[in-house]
């Protein structure tokens, strides 16, 4: 005759891995909880300010004018993936952008389309920018 009997080094084991279970039940998909509406301005470029609706991105003009330079719309891809959709003279193009969030008002992003350089190509580079308003 076989007897089970649960040791307390077992019992101990068990209860360690059902705790771990359940904080690990509550991941899942990360939902981005930052907001970004408002106005910002580029961290390391003077008087270059952004407005950011709920789906677009208006890089605004340095002096007072109601035209935004250029209009981009976004989609969040992941909590800390965003993605790009500019329409401009070499026609319409999406990139995808690693957002690092430093505070809810400072972040950055990877690989921001800057410009396109003398023959065309296309010239990224890394941008932080901070609120102004909401």
Wanted: aromatic share 8%.
């Amino acid at each position: 005759m076989q007897i089970n009997r649960l040791s307390l080094k077992n019992v101990i084991a068990i209860a360690i891995c059902l705790a771990g279970l359940v904080v690990f039940s509550g991941c899942g998909k990360e939902e981005n909880k930052q907001n970004l509406i408002g106005k910002w301005a580029f961290v390391d470029r003077n008087g270059v300010t952004l407005e950011i609706t709920k789906k677009e991105i208006m890089q605004l003009p340095v002096v007072p004018n109601p035209t935004p330079m250029d209009t981009r719309t976004y989609t969040w891809v992941s909590s800390t993936t965003i993605e790009i959709t500019q329409v401009g003279f070499g026609g319409e193009f999406t990139t995808r952008n690693k957002v690092i969030f430093h505070t809810p008002d400072k972040f950055t992003i990877e690989r921001w389309f800057s410009h396109n350089g003398p023959l065309d190509e296309k010239i990224y580079s890394d941008i932080t920018i901070e609120r102004i308003t909401d």
